[in-house]
């Protein structure tokens, strides 16, 4: 596939068929950068965890910015290859969630365990659906 204009001309004026193909090659682009960023997850590369949030922000832009393939409202009739990219990229966030969120987890109970003995073990006030009243006990 030919590489993305650096900035589509606005409006983005093109045949059905060349939107589809730039859709097609963000999304595959997009999810890319999301497996990329799981694998700084599990290797707790921070750095490279920030950057690929950064370039998946400016893709979702970029994807965002692009206007409803037509027919889109009535038929959402995709490409198979566009609905593949879709399922891969939803896929590909949703282990990404799940890493996160486990490795939220595991940070704070090294935080509990290193707080020491005399800290609770409970959620932090808001998190969770944890609340505390003023008084400092739970609601």
Request: glycine residues 8%; hydrophobic residues 40%.
């Amino acid at each position: 596939m030919a590489p993305l204009p650096p900035n589509p001309p606005e409006p983005w004026r093109t045949a059905p068929f060349e939107l589809s193909r730039l859709y097609l090659q963000l999304l595959r682009e997009l999810a890319d950068r999301v497996e990329s960023s799981t694998q700084a997850v599990v290797s707790g590369d921070v750095a490279r965890l920030e950057a690929g949030t950064a370039e998946q922000c400016r893709l979702w832009q970029k994807i965002v910015s692009l206007p409803p393939e037509p027919g889109h409202g009535a038929d959402p009739a995709w490409p198979p290859e566009v609905v593949d990219a879709q399922q891969r990229l939803l896929h590909l966030g949703r282990v990404q969630r799940a890493l996160l969120r486990r490795s939220q987890q595991c940070l704070r109970a090294v935080c509990n365990l290193l707080a020491g003995p005399h800290s609770g073990y409970a959620p932090m006030a808001g998190e969770a659906g944890v609340e505390l009243h003023p008084a400092g006990k739970e609601g």
